[in-house]
């Protein structure tokens, strides 16, 4: 049984950076596109950022630039380095790990930023 746990949400200032850290069990993560999405109050859960099998990232125009991500396989994680963080970066930030039809979640980490 698969399973992803999330780590690094917390509240933090505007301008100020937060790193978001998901560790996977129960699947060999090679094969896996791992990524992060995010769900606002009142809004659709939205792709913040994925790294493919191959490395290649793509990300939300809204996070260009100021997030990273990057993918260990050896440690099964993969982390989303969030900086210049804004109020409209506030909500909860799954993790994701995406093979085919095989979709799995974490169980999401509160990222609110306010001052």
């Known amino acids: 049984q698969a399973q992803l746990e999330e780590s690094g949400g917390g509240l933090v200032q505007p301008g100020e950076s937060l790193r978001l850290s998901c560790v996977a069990s129960?699947?060999?993560?090679?094969?896996?596109?791992m990524g992060w999405y995010r769900q606002a109050p009142g809004k659709e859960r939205e792709l913040v950022a994925t790294?493919?099998?191959?490395?290649?990232?793509k990300y939300a125009d809204s996070v260009k630039g100021p997030f990273n991500i990057d993918r260990y396989n050896v440690k099964k994680t993969v982390y989303l380095e969030m900086n210049s963080l804004k109020p409209d970066d506030t909500a909860v930030y799954y993790c994701?790990?995406?093979?085919?039809?095989?979709?799995?979640w974490g169980q999401g980490t509160q990222v609110t930023v306010s001052s």
């Open positions: 994701n790990d995406q093979l085919g039809s095989q979709n799995y």
């Open positions: 129960g699947i060999f993560v090679n094969w896996y596109s």
């Open positions: 790294r493919n099998t191959d490395s290649r990232a």
